[in-house]
């Protein structure tokens, strides 16, 4: 490589840079920032969920024109549902959890100097941050930001006469995520471009770390569904701005008949869920590859079923693109496709179940290191399997006719892919901060973090799935119009305690965080002796990650504990140590894992 | 409950603050054996919290829950949906048990050994197939009470009624005697004509408008639902009944009732939920008292009173319904004056 003697300027190495390392950081960083901004948000809405007729000083000072005495207005309160879940889902856990770790990984675990276009990198980043600007400006638009919901449906979304979000707030949020998009095929691209062609001699596909399997399968599936949602959004911007109908039909609205003829929403729902969906795995696959890597590291063994793993991840991936109807089951679609997507549907549990287990049995009979990273991890298992069985309960479509759209569904969701893909996008960054910033996060404060966490995850959202198996529809600003939710305005205030309680926790995680950039342990080379090239490299980043040749593989990744006679535990390590690098070449007589 | 709140506020950002000032003293950040047996304790703690959690809210919170459904096609949707619920509380409780006292049990330690042991084809043919066979009996009876439930195509006998919705209200519309809906489209909303109803149309005449459902008890209903808006969803939980309303097309779903309110109020688990309500509002200060009654909520976000669009639904024994219907003026008479 050439470049990586060039002269590097403030600008190039600190903003424009084209390293995949500093490039990663800065995924880091914003996703933290809008992460902040979306927690926020749930916290005013939780308030107001547990005591709608409270006044409060806060929303008063944060929400300005959109609130009456303290008070937050029905309008504000959709805003703000809607907005919190777009970037949590796509700004947090797509841009921030993918973009982080595909760009610091890949190059890294795979052996290769940089991303293969590390320009593209770059403009993916640049569009990332373009993006995130134009949605936090949305959020002060005179009208308010978008309300229609994450899913912003139609004819909702499209019509600034059925909400003030629909107005300039729409535009942007559509805007904002037409280049989100962009950002996100080309960062995918990229990924996939670099895993088939500079992984380093010896790097085979069967030795890749899963880290590397999960951001590898998780960017096809980005490039297989995020352009059908640029799509959809365009055909939404031109049903907006220049009277189109492909989704719109048949609307009378403040005492008038618009001229809409033909259009159907249902249209949106397919062509948004065929996105929608992959996307839950989009946000998920990688923190189920950064768990199995961090839960086999720690656990000092070998992850259990490395092809058991490597085919559910491919399995989740392919099952994902044909399970999109799940969500539109009462959308008035034909029946008959319901029973279709059903089927397709809870045949995810199955490869779901395998990796599971699977990470069951690595824990067994382990010597398990309880770093935070490991404990991120092990809360991801925990949180996955409470929120993926309900799955079970909301893919069969007899039973989703009754709990659709229920809070049933929004504890669902935000265990198995909320919570399970932040516990991820934690353990990852506990673990890989040292690759990041050549020092080490705090462990006591790590510690905090997750207990109070976890705690408060479980206090939030295992009460909900009764709020929702009462019927209580989600999206309701309050609910005291129905006295028959009376007796869950208890709940709602458990909920909301807890759920304050864990976002001001998150404190000790920001502390911990900018703090140790600058003041944390120094980091050795290998500090939680990991199996993997990137803890080859030295803790001073350098252009190019190696400084002479780079390294050769001989081995897969996951030779923790590895014996001398393979079928009996008391006997001596191989290496003489619990791990084994990848550069590592077999000895003489050596079995191949 | 307020006060709590806010000592809870202040108690988390007391410990924030402790925790963050500590840092700076604070330097070793990888586990060492000391950690791992404190922190392997605590999963165990965690784990005592977990099920006491699960399982309290399972007791507790059972009265909030929907009551037995009041229609017969729902009937399955219980049963299925207490298969289920027993089934995937057994793989909770199991998995949970396995994946925190595992980290209890194999905290590390510098004397301990990890066993390596990378595969095994046995276990994970185990794991793959027994899913896949539970798979199929939920699968099967999922599908087969979809289409019990779905499917309209043989109800000669059914009452049709279209739902009618719109921000922020619910309207509906009896077909009359001759069980046919006459023509509708928002280009006829005129007036007191508000769903649109193509008075020319001769099935119209003797439709119904009325602002309140009322339904005999063990008639199955053939709803078709429009919305002249945007989408809302008619969710009628107490049936196990809910279906999007789409500008533009006709939606459609089905159900018998099977008790009517009075008797639903007689229900045991409604009396407990009553009862529970109504000394709630008492203690909040309510004047009224609460009494069941069938409802129809919105549940699909439609804007800012999406909160509260709501319809009574009343089920009556049939000739209370002949009864009721009687007196409903056709459309012909109300909008052709």
């Known amino acids: 490589m050439s470049e990586h003697h060039h002269k590097e300027t403030f600008v190039t190495k600190y903003i424009f840079s084209q390293d995949h390392k500093m490039i990663s950081k800065q995924f880091l960083v914003t996703g933290i920032f809008m992460g902040v901004i979306a927690l926020f948000m749930s916290m005013l809405f939780r308030l107001q969920l547990a005591w709608p007729d409270k006044s409060f000083t806060i929303i008063e000072a944060f929400l300005g024109p959109h609130q009456t005495d303290g008070i937050m207005n029905p309008d504000i309160y959709l805003a703000l549902v809607t907005i919190h879940g777009t970037i949590m889902v796509f700004f947090v856990l797509t841009a921030g959890l993918s973009g982080t770790f595909s760009n ?86 990229n990924y996939i471009v670099t895993v088939l062609n500079l992984r380093t001699k010896g790097m085979k596909m069967t030795r890749m770390p899963l880290t590397i399997w999960a951001f590898f399968v998780t960017a096809m599936i980005g490039v297989v569904s995020f352009p059908v949602l640029l799509s959809a959004a365009l055909l939404l911007i031109f049903d907006r701005s220049f009277g189109t109908s492909f989704y719109l039909s048949d609307i009378f609205i403040s005492g008038e008949v618009l001229h809409y003829q033909g259009g159907s929403p249902v249209l949106f729902e397919h062509l948004f869920w065929f996105l929608g969906h992959p996307e839950v795995y989009i946000v998920l696959l990688p923190a189920l590859g950064i768990t199995s890597e961090i839960i086999s590291t720690n656990a000092r063994k070998p992850i259990f079923g490395y092809r058991a793993m490597v085919m559910s991840i491919i399995a989740i991936a392919f099952l994902s693109t044909i399970v999109w109807g799940h969500h539109m089951f009462i959308s008035g679609m034909n029946p008959f496709l319901g029973s279709v997507f059903t089927f397709t549907t809870l045949l995810i549990a199955i490869p779901s179940a395998v990796k599971a287990f699977n990470y069951v049995t690595t824990l067994w009979k382990g010597n398990l290191q309880l770093n935070p990273a490991m404990l991120f991890s092990i809360g991801l298992v925990s949180t996955f399997v409470t929120g993926g069985l309900t799955g079970l309960v909301l893919g069969d479509s007899a039973l989703d006719i009754n709990i659709h759209d229920t809070y049933f569904v929004v504890a669902h969701f935000h265990l198995v892919m909320g919570v399970s893909a932040i516990f991820g996008m934690y353990a990852g960054i506990y673990h890989w901060f040292p690759k990041m910033y050549g020092r080490l996060m705090n462990k006591t404060l790590g510690y905090w973090h997750f207990w109070i966490t976890i705690v408060c995850a479980y206090g939030v959202f295992w009460p909900m799935h009764f709020i929702g198996l009462a019927g209580l529809p989600r999206r309701y600003y309050t609910n005291t119009n129905f006295p028959m939710f009376d007796d869950i305005a208890d709940i709602n205030v458990v909920i909301t305690i807890f759920a304050i309680v864990g976002g001001i926790a998150q404190i000790i995680f920001l502390a911990n965080f900018f703090i140790s950039i600058y003041r944390g342990e120094k980091s050795s080379q290998n500090p939680w002796n990991s199996n993997t090239l990137e803890w080859t490299t030295p803790v001073e980043h350098i252009h190019g990650n190696w400084p002479g040749k780079l390294p050769e593989v001989h081995r897969w990744p996951y030779d923790y504990s590895k014996r001398i006679n393979p079928n009996d535990d008391e006997s001596d390590y191989l290496h003489g140590k619990d791990f084994v690098l990848q550069t590592t070449p077999l000895l003489e007589g050596e079995e191949p894992s | 409950m307020l006060a709590l709140f806010y000592i809870f506020i202040g108690v988390a950002i007391g410990v924030s603050f402790w925790q963050i000032t500590r840092i700076l003293n604070l330097r070793e950040s990888v586990a060492n054996d000391n950690d791992n047996s404190k922190q392997g304790k605590y999963a165990l703690l965690f784990m005592a919290f977990l099920y006491a959690m699960m399982i309290y809210c399972l007791i507790a919170l059972n009265v909030i829950m929907l009551p037995e459904s009041a229609s017969i096609e729902g009937e399955h949707d219980d049963n299925l949906f207490n298969i289920t619920f027993w089934l995937i509380g057994i793989v909770q409780f199991g998995m949970q048990f396995l994946i925190f006292y595992f980290t209890f049990k194999y905290r590390g330690n510098k004397h301990n050994k990890a066993k390596f042991y990378a595969d095994s084809h046995k276990l994970e043919a185990i794991w793959t197939i027994t899913p896949a066979v539970v798979l199929v009996v939920l699968i099967g009876y999922g599908l087969w009470q979809w289409n019990n439930v779905m499917d309209l195509s043989d109800e000669k006998d059914a009452i049709v ?43 119209s005449q003797d439709d119904k408008q009325v602002t309140e459902l009322y339904l005999p008890k063990g008639r199955k209903i053939h709803f078709k639902f429009r919305s002249q808006d945007v989408l809302h969803s008619a969710y009628m939980p107490h049936f196990r009944a809910q279906m999007n309303c789409v500008p533009g097309m006709v939606t459609e779903f089905g159900f018998t009732p099977k008790y009517t309110t009075e008797e639903m109020r007689m229900q045991s688990e409604v009396v407990d939920k009553t009862r529970e309500i109504n000394k709630i509002r008492k203690a909040k200060g309510e004047e009224e008292t609460y009494e069941f009654d069938y409802l129809l909520l919105c549940n699909k976000i439609c804007g800012a009173s999406h909160y509260n669009m709501q319809m009574k639904i009343t089920v009556v024994e049939q000739e209370e319904y002949d009864k009721w219907i009687a007196q409903q003026p056709t459309l012909s008479t109300v909008i052709n004056q």
């Open chain 1, 104 to 189: 610091l990984l890949i190059p890294l675990q795979l052996g290769a100097r940089d991303m293969a276009s590390g320009f593209l990198n770059m403009v993916s980043y640049w569009l990332f941050f373009l993006s995130s600007i134009i949605m936090v400006i949305s959020l002060f638009v005179e009208a308010g930001p978008a309300s229609a919901g994450w899913t912003i449906y139609p004819p909702l979304s499209a019509l600034p006469q059925a909400i003030p979000g629909s107005g300039t707030g729409m535009t942007l949020w559509l805007v904002s995520m037409a280049i989100f998009i962009a950002s996100s095929l080309i960062g995918a691209l």
């Open chain 2, 161 to 203: 009624i279209e739902v009618y919705s719109q921000q922020f209200r619910w309207d509906a519309r009896y077909a009359g005697e001759d069980n046919m809906l006459g023509y509708g489209n928002v280009n006829f909303i005129k007036g007191i004509n508000t769903m649109g109803v193509d008075m020319s149309d001769k099935n």
